[in-house]
């Protein structure tokens, strides 16, 4: 490609066009490698909540063959998902006996290591880590019930750790050190999303502000914009008193860097990053990491100084 100056060549299997190959998917294809399920498909994730038939639901999408079944409500330590959890693991063992597939149930979200205790007993592989860390997030704001993700992620991986259990670490990801952050506080998987929002792949259309800068809308799953969508079909009355009763951001601009645009662009940018750290580490897999990173406090001050400057000062 380089030799004929294609930026874009068409990727052709016995006579049918498949797809399309850049110089640098050629040389991502290098790096990454797919993350595929036993029969070759794409590895696919689902998420049920804690109300309804949560039975069903699960077993409606192990059925439909999802790889991991996520049981999801935003305060994770509470009576509710203690009773959905067994149901979702019933359903789990009752496919796996059919299928010999068992697959992973994840739930949360919590930040204490009695969360995790809780969650794993009743039935919970993996526990997801985080509450208020968000970008979309107003709840800490609005409530005052959260911790910062750090910290929240070094007691609940050192509690499932003691179970044999696996936390995600969901929030809070603004830079690759992030996510370098979360797993040396012992996660084994780290969740993105206001950050791949602000890509050409996510949902919604393409604006552009009064400065000429690419920009996509992001809104919170709780937020009024949110409650709206999910209610349309409520009576006005329930649809009024559920609207009172509303966390996150309506719409926020996420804009589009123009040196990476695109979901893979910022993939690049992490993998690079963390790969980096593991080697100051001096690690070679997650575990290691998790081992060998040492962790300090810092003040504002020393924060700011670790900030690149992009222009003299």
């Known amino acids: 490609m380089a030799g004929s100056h294609l930026a874009v060549a068409p990727v052709v299997e ?5 797809g399309v190959v850049t110089r ?16 070759g498909r794409l590895v696919v994730g689902a998420a049920v909540g804690i109300n309804g038939d949560v039975r069903a639901k699960a077993l409606a ?27 979702v693991r019933d359903a ?27 969650l794993v007993a009743a039935g919970a592989d993996i526990v997801k880590v985080g509450v208020g860390p968000g970008a979309m997030c107003t709840t800490r704001m609005m409530t005052g019930v959260g911790r910062p993700q750090f910290s ?44 791949f929002a602000g890509t050409l792949e996510s949902p919604g259309d ?21 409650v709206a969508n999910r209610t349309r079909d409520a009576a006005g009355f329930e649809r009024a008193r559920m609207a009172l009763f509303e966390e996150g951001i309506s719409s926020s601009r996420m804009y ?28 070679r897999s ?16 020393g924060y700011d100084e670790g900030r690149p400057l992009h222009r003299s000062w």
């Open 256 to 283: 589009l860097d123009p040196e990476r645009p695109g979901v893979e662009d910022l993939v690049d940018a992490i993998t690079a990053g963390v790969r980096s750290s593991f080697t100051y580490a001096g690690a």
């Open 92 to 118: 789990r063992d009752e496919v796996a006996a059919r299928t010999g597939r068992r697959i992973p149930v994840a739930a949360g979200n919590v930040v204490s290591a009695d969360g995790v205790r809780d």
């Open 152 to 195: 929240a992620v070094l007691e609940c991986a050192a509690a499932a750790r003691e179970l044999g259990a696996h936390v995600w670490a969901d929030g809070g990801v603004r830079y690759p050190r992030d996510v370098a952050l979360a797993l040396a506080a012992g996660a084994a998987n780290v969740m993105i999303g206001s950050w």
């Open 206 to 226: 393409l604006k552009v502000d009064a400065d000429g800068r690419a920009y996509k809308e992001s809104f919170g799953m709780a937020s009024s914009r949110a």
């Open 14 to 18: 016995d006579g049918r066009l498949v």
């Open 24 to 39: 640098t998917g050629a040389l991502r294809s290098t790096i990454y490698t797919p993350a595929t399920d036993p029969d």
């Open 286 to 301: 997650l575990p290691e990491f998790a081992e060998h990173a040492v962790v300090g406090l810092q003040s504002a001050a």
């Open 61 to 87: 999408l192990l059925e439909a063959g999802v790889d991991v079944l996520v049981v999801d409500t935003a305060h994770g330590h509470q009576h509710k998902m203690l009773d959905a959890l067994p149901l």
